[in-house]
């Protein structure tokens, strides 16, 4: 009897540790049911509550204007030259068409792909003849003007902003600013690493000139001319915004009434240029350089007899203005080397190759630098 009471004692705690597990399994399920319910529950809510990403935000321009601008900018357009020219170094592979057509000369520096790009124009200046349509056709998201703060120039951003119906902005590139300019360039297009870059080659490039010309006593400066056009009667005056670099690095002999702002400077004549009795002259391309030594006209004048004159390099673009804008930081460094080579620890080979790295991506060979300095060099 005790034999079957245990037996029976035996199958009920059996069966009462069987109903506990099943109890305990069945738990665990419903448990495990419930947390994955309340997971997705909650993913969902978090994906449903969740802000959508910002498509525009506002950027202030150098001129104080706060323009709504995308956040994620692919396709970019320069206002004209100047900005061209500055937007190329800056972000090529951006550029949804071009103010001008690239010369053969010109692309040689660039992707080729460039050519290809539509020409829209420009918008400012004597012109004025982008091609509204083109820009808008092109998907480009935003105009980039870069140069000189001007009177007026808020109104004129405005419009075009307004015909347009894309946001417009300014950036102010002087030449001791063009840190700041390319900083701001690097925020707008999301290239800070490379805004750094240019900004800062720039700045060491501006403050190593502007340092060895404060040792330079004005007595001891060159007495220079920068002439033009094919007689090299047009000269770039003191106190211009095309003459800053030659202003900066030498004495500019061309003091007149009204300095020109234009590309091609002021008219003057062969008279006047032997009163101001230069020693040194820098010609612009297709000017007289290739002649000047063998007329007669010319030979009385100090830099003529003593063969101090140079012509400026032009590729990509003149180094020293036309246009006035990131190129004339090629022009600060050859220019005072050429007029005080022993003041200067690195030569016109160095900082060139440099430039033309840094800016355009281009390794210059040995013969690339000899063709592009043919003219721009002491003779030998």
């Known amino acids: 009897m005790g034999t079957v009471r245990t037996g029976i004692w035996r199958k009920r705690v059996g069966a009462i540790a069987c109903a506990a597990v099943l109890c ?4 665990v399920i419903a448990g495990c049911s419930n947390g994955t319910d309340s997971k997705s529950a909650d993913q969902g809510k978090t994906e449903q509550t969740a802000p959508e990403q910002a498509t525009t935000r506002t950027f202030t321009d150098s001129a104080g204007r706060e323009v709504e601008v995308p956040t994620q900018i692919d396709k970019i357009a320069p206002s004209g030259h100047t900005a061209n020219q500055v937007l190329l170094t800056m972000a090529p592979d951006k550029m949804a068409g071009l103010s001008q057509e690239l010369s053969a000369s010109q692309l040689k520096y660039f992707d080729k792909k460039l050519a290809d790009l539509p020409i829209f124009g420009a918008a400012f200046g004597a012109k004025g003849d982008m091609n509204k ?3 808008a056709a092109s998907g480009t998201q935003i ?8 009177d007026g120039l808020k109104e004129d951003l405005d419009g075009l902003q307004a015909q347009l119906g894309i946001p417009v902005v300014f950036i102010e590139t002087p030449l001791d600013g063009y840190d700041k300019a390319y900083e701001m360039l690097g925020d707008l297009l999301g290239m800070k690493e490379r805004g750094a870059e240019l900004g800062n080659y720039c700045t060491k490039a501006y ?6 010309m404060a040792k330079i006593p004005e007595s001891e400066r060159v007495n220079i001319a920068y002439l033009l056009g094919d007689s090299g009667l047009n000269a770039i005056a003191k106190g211009s915004y095309q003459g800053t670099v030659i202003d900066m690095c030498a004495n500019n002999v061309v003091v007149v009434d009204k300095a020109s702002g234009s590309g091609a400077g002021n008219e003057i004549s062969l008279e006047q240029i032997a009163v101001w009795n230069p020693d040194m002259i820098v010609f612009g391309t297709k000017s007289i350089y290739s002649k000047v030594g063998d007329d007669a006209a010319w030979a009385g004048i100090s830099a ?8 400026v390099p032009s590729e990509p673009w003149c180094w020293l203005n036309n246009p006035p804008t990131v190129n004339q930081i090629m022009g600060l460094q050859w220019l005072p080397r050429l007029c ?9 080979q160095d900082v060139v190759t440099s430039y033309y790295k840094t800016f355009y991506n281009h390794d210059l060979s040995q013969a690339d630098y000899n063709e592009l300095v043919a003219k721009a060099l002491p003779k030998k």
């Open 133 to 135: 349509e083109s820009v």
């Open 207 to 212: 403050n190593e000139t502007k340092d060895t």
């Open 24 to 27: 305990c399994g069945l738990g």
């Open 304 to 311: 003529i007899e003593s063969k101090n004159y140079y012509e």
């Open 143 to 150: 105009v980039i003007d870069t140069g000189e703060y001007k």
């Open 340 to 348: 005080y080579p022993d003041k200067f620890d690195t030569s016109t």
